[in-house]
């Protein structure tokens, strides 16, 4: 049944699968099946369906028509038929320790003896996907960091659990894992499958996709517009399927005067107006705190101003950035508030003309800007808190990880936004993990350790040395 | 000082001994059996009552009928239980049935437990004066026998803490179903995508709630050997300043059943000390809070320090 011959059972098989929320089709009639061996590429912009079509999958949520099926086990339910699903947003019990994590999702553990075993399990799955990962069976989740998170929550997604894993749904699992630990999951990716399991692989991040998958899923307005075996697509096909053309990442870096410094931290960090100043190194380096720090400085005082000289821009959405009960307008709205106030009243009708004007420029897809925040996908969640960043007047943005789980071609629409803004002297504090973003900026720091380690600026900034720098002394 | 923040229970450990020394130098006489027990056995149904809130706290809800409940249970347990064990027997588990919808009905209809518990600490009080307008009932004799037990050596209000303390540890802490509840208050929808059913298991830590109140009531009584209506109103606060003060956090799952036994005993034995001090009654709740404000104060700056270091 594990072989990985084409005329297996599939292990999904969706027939028509279509999932309306109102008027809305998120999936459209969609007819997929997924063998044992293959591993998918789900590539399509943010909104094109491709979290409906794995909630679909997953048992997650019940498709309005079509049907869903697990033929090479005959399972009735996804869990049954040993479909896991690692989240893009982080979904472990923080207040438990790594292994009780683990027993969440493990019900085959049982009796008063279980702790052992379920530590043995994780040390065992930890292992085998990323090798040297010094993370501590029994750390509460709490005090890991974010890559660290999403490397357990990865490991408990390949864990045997009992029974096995056969399919393994990966939303973005590389976004806050730097190079080499993503690395350690694309090889155990591929392990995997050569060993006969499935794996659904979402990323942004083209290169990737094409390093791992075996089979390229294109999703467009909850269809699929393209299904190719993976070599059949170059990078540029993908992306036009998609539907976004690809500007080649801007060249033209204007030289600029270089305006007054602005900011300055103990550290060593600095900036000057117009500059688009990067934080980089390894994920959990302290770029996050050094930012927290510089921000929180800058607005949290008593007797900071009313007019703020900052303003944050969340990667961490759920945690820092959406408002989750008010409407769109109501979440980008919120940095201006006080600005457009009358005598302590706000202005509504101003208030809906600055969103209305932003939701054009950064291009929120949604009909009515009173929708609530969280009927946007994540894409577009983010694209609110950038319009809410950029609505106000701040002459400093500090934007932390801002493009976690984006698309392509919002990707470069933000990058054209922040180079124009940046033009009319703002400053940019942006941390990232991914290279091709640090490549965008005036100048880099590179984070080692919680200290800068480098600083470079012009042609010095590219991968080779941003990479030199983040692990120069680590071997030694 | 790091190791405060990193072993919470050591907090409401060192608070315990500190009122205990305390009291202890000011009355060196209560340094012995019968003046611990004297200290301490009013504290086993404030344990309980902790206990019962924790397990509320534990999934990120509040009880604030607590204190009413535990009334009624005393109520119920001073007459039925006392005059016809059957139906008493049945009045209380049907209480405890009681609890567990009320987790289910919260969670399903997604209401703000705050609330509901409120209105029903109103039901549960008008309960329990229909059934004892006045003070008075009777406890039955063998839960009078168990609560005045005298075990060598150590004191009934120490073992029966230690006890709630072990069994609640194990239930909680160490059990299967335990680490899934403390999961849900956690992050209720990764249990849910893990394939629990979200609502059992809310009805499952309310129903542990209503049995732990029931326990509370009965031992109140086993200790006070008769009932009233309000006997046990100050219980719902008392509860959930146990549970803060043993190391337990309003949201996010974090609790620790030693840590509330502890914070129970730390509570009533505070009362004691202050009453030690000749402290007028009417300042005692609010040396009782000050007390509260101080532990909370130093757990705030031990755990910032950590985050720092």
Known sequence: MSTAAPLAAPIVALTEAAKHFGPVRALDGVSLSIFPGDCLGLVGHNGAGKSTLVNVVNGGLAPTSGSVAFPASGAATALAAGVRSVFQELSLCPNLTVAENLRISHSALKGMNWRAPARAEIRAALDRVFPGHGIDADAPVDTLSIAQR??????????????????????????????????????????????????????????????????????????????????????????????????????????????????????????????????????????????????????????????????FVAGDRGRDGVLPLWSILRNASISILPQIARRGMVDRTREAEIVAEWKKRIGIRTEDVTNPILSLSGGNQQKVLFARALASAAPVVVMDDPMRGVDVGTKQDVYAMIRAEAAKGRIFLWYSTETEEVCQCDRVFVFRNGEISAELTGDAINEERILEASFEMEGA | MRIFARYRILLPVVSLAVVLAATFYMQPRAMSYFGINLLFNLAVPIALATIAQMMIIMVNDIDLSLGAFVSLVACITATFLSDSPMLGVLILLALVLCYAALGAVIHALDLPAIVVTLGMSFVWGGLALFILPSPGGASPGWLRALMTVKPPYIPMAVCASVIIALVTHLLVIRSGIGTVLRGVGGNARSVERAGWPVVRLKALAYGLAGLFGVFAGMALVGLTTSADANIALRYTLLSIAGVILGGGEFTGGKVSPVGAVIGALTLTLAASFLSFLRLSPDWQIGAQGAILILVLTARLLFTRRDAEA
């Not at chain 1, 992306?239 to 103990?266: F, K, S």
């Open chain 1, 150 to 311: 999403q490397m357990v929550e990865i490991a408990i997604g390949f864990a045997p659990r009992g029974t096995e894993a056969r399919l393994v749904i990966l939303d973005e699992p590389t976004s806050s894992l730097d190079a080499g630990i993503a690395d350690q999951l694309l090889t155990h990716i591929k392990r995997f499958c050569a060993g006969g399991g499935a794996v659904i692989f979402i990323s942004h991040m083209l290169g990737e996709i094409f390093e791992v998958a075996t089979r390229i899923l294109v999703m467009k307005d909850g269809k699929v517009v393209a299904e190719k075996p993976a070599g059949g697509f170059t990078r540029q096909g993908l992306v036009d399927a998609m539907g976004h053309v690809a500007t080649e990442a801007a060249a033209a870096q204007a030289a600029r005067l270089p305006g007054d410094e602005v900011v300055r931290t103990p550290e060593g960090l600095r900036a000057r107006r117009g500059e688009i100043v990067g934080l980089s190194g390894l994920a959990g380096h302290g770029q996050a705190e050094a930012l927290a720090r510089i921000y929180l400085g800058a607005t949290s005082s008593w007797r900071s101003p009313r007019e703020a000289g900052m303003v």
